[in-house]
């Protein structure tokens, strides 16, 4: 008895062991003090107050890092959409922010576009981070009310532009960012809804005098006729943002309002992989009312991306297409969603000769050229 009784108190202390060591990391590692005035460079601060909150009425948070140069990377997560009780019901968006700081960590050093990496051009930016919890492209301002599974009554706060408008107003009143040389907006997934959605708003009450306007939509494209109703009805985003909304395609209204307004002086990319496997998913949802995907419907994808080329183009919208990442590990002919969180965000294709990240950067110094729009006549 006495053997198993100190086998007992050694576990009881290994946990114990474990379970300090789990909260000192998450509390001196993987979360991040609150932004503070004259912030110290290269350190990762977070961002909140009352008035920003997750779908579920939770204390959103976003994040933010002063950079040595002059620059700013203004970067949405993405993690679905909600556009209606079903869509709110059958959580296909993220819902919460259950250890946000840690969701935001593990954003920052997966190797993609904010991760702190070797050889990054942008390492010493300024860098606002946007987690997605709210369902709404991070623009909206409503509270939409529903019966979830149980027949109960709910509210999904829809609160991603006060979130993002929160954060803007606080990070450019501490952080000393004035009139900085080049701005780039992005996001991947509805992060690029969210960059195409915001962008003018940005450029207009925040960084208006920047030199190099860039805004680059990864993996956000999406038909739906009702789109400007979703946008008012639903997540009732600002009147100025949704009379915008004009067509089934959302993105491409936003990007065609910008080049209307700005003409040569915003720099507007879009990319995304030919049969992206995700996008292929919502957009059957969206025509059929079945969350699901096959080959087939990966082929109504690629037509679709297809047909928005001219158009995009007409728009003043610069191009990167590209496959050879498979969706998930699954067999069948579909390609990745998403690619600026990600490490192949630096790596060259083989049909393209170049990088995202280095397309990106040449269009941030007003070198505007497209990749791979032949691969949406490939046959899979």
Known sequence: MKVVKRVFIVLAIILLIVLIVAVCIYKFVLQYPNLKENPTVGKWYRVTNNEMKTSEGGKYRALFRKGTENNVLVYFAGGGVSINEETARDDTYNTTEIFIDMLANVTMNMGGLASDVEGSPFKEWNMILFP????????????FKYIDKDGKEKILYHNGYVNYTETMKTVTELAGIE??????????????????????????N?????????????????LHNDWHSIATDVWQTPKE????????????????????????????????????????????????????VDEERADIFQNILKDA??????????LFIWDGVAWYDDPRNMTAHTIIATPAVWL?????????????????N???????LDLVNKEY
């Not at 009379?243 to 080049?259: A, I």
Request: proline share 2%; net charge negative.
């Open 132 to 143: 997605y919890a709210t369902g709404d492209f991070h623009a909206g301002t409503g509270e």
């Open 179 to 204: 009139e900085p040389d080049s701005v780039v907006v992005t996001g991947y997934s509805a992060g690029g809804f969210a960059a195409a959605l915001l962008s003018d708003d940005i450029f207009t």
């Open 206 to 222: 925040y960084f208006s005098d920047a030199k190099s306007k860039n805004v680059m939509v990864d993996a956000s494209l999406l």
């Open 241 to 292: 943002i949704s009379d915008k909304l004009t067509s089934n395609n959302l993105t491409l209204d936003c990007l065609r309002s910008l080049h209307e307004k700005y003409g040569d002086g915003i720099h507007l990319l879009f990319d995304c992989s030919t049969r992206d496997g995700d996008l292929a998913k919502v957009q059957n949802y969206f025509d059929t009312g079945v969350m699901d």
């Open 309 to 318: 080329i001219p158009q995009f183009k007409e728009a003043g919208v610069s």
């Open 348 to 364: 060259p294709f083989e049909e393209q000769k170049q990088s995202v990240a280095g397309w990106l950067q040449d269009a941030i």
């Open 366 to 372: 007003g070198d505007l050229k497209d990749y791979g």
